[in-house]
């Protein structure tokens, strides 16, 4: 059972252009998001987070978007530069009795073209 | 600190024998998680423990699969007996809950059954 969702497995996109990659959820119960990038041979490294008391998180040219009322959020990489290429996760964390668990989607594969 | 560290980086083994992979998680952190990455379900939580007490399991896929955190700085996950379906890549993640920090991947384990 999936929580979390990332419906593209995979996204090309022009280098300088924006690439916005999608993440759905099933379970109100999160409350904050994350967004980690992984390279190949590498582990998953974080990138941004958002908190469910916002609706907007911006850092560089990294800004991931939530709607709760749509249980949606996205990640918008602008502009796009080749070094973004790499697997792309959103994550969260369920919180049970103080413990919390992240669980995450299954990953989209942004190529950026050059 | 150097990261989570895993070993071995790769690991080749015939069908039916025993793999043990290793972790050392950050230092100070209290949460120490041992993913699965696969193509059809991505980043899959097999255990993760808090102060060295293993949590939720539920994600263990078999009786096989086994792990421990003997002390805060050591953990194992067992594969007895092994088979091919278990090639994958295996990570090993830590992070300090009790607020909203993320988790950090070591470099993974890439098992091959064969």
């Known amino acids: 059972d999936q929580q979390v969702k990332q419906n593209s497995p995979s996204l090309s996109v022009q280098e300088g252009r924006i690439s916005i990659l999608n993440c759905d959820y099933t379970n109100s119960m999160f409350d904050y998001f994350l967004w980690y990038k992984k390279y190949p041979a590498e582990g998953p490294t974080f990138l941004i987070s958002i908190s469910s008391i916002k609706d907007k998180n911006e850092d560089g040219r990294f800004t991931v978007f939530l709607n709760k009322s749509a249980k949606h959020l996205s990640l918008h990489i602008v502009p796009s530069q080749p070094g973004d290429s790499a697997v792309y996760f959103c994550a969260a964390p369920l919180s049970n009795f103080g413990n919390e668990k992240l669980t995450f989607g299954t990953g989209t594969r942004l190529t950026i073209i050059p | 600190d150097a990261g989570v560290i895993q070993s071995p980086r790769h690991e080749v083994t015939e069908m039916g024998q025993e793999v043990t992979l290793r972790c050392k998680p950050i230092s100070g952190h209290n949460s120490l998680f041992w993913y699965r990455q696969t193509m059809m379900r991505g980043l899959e939580l097999l255990i993760y423990?808090?102060?060295?007490?293993?949590?939720?399991d539920s994600g263990m896929p078999e009786d096989r699969f086994s792990a421990k955190m003997p002390n805060a700085s050591f953990s194992t996950l067992k594969i007895q007996p092994s088979e091919p379906r278990d090639s994958a890549v295996y990570f090993c993640?830590?992070?300090?809950?009790?607020?909203?920090?993320?988790?950090?991947f070591g470099q993974g384990t890439r098992l091959t059954v064969v």
């Open positions: 423990f808090n102060n060295n007490v293993p949590i939720d």
């Open positions: 993640a830590s992070s300090f809950i009790g607020g909203n920090t993320e988790a950090f």
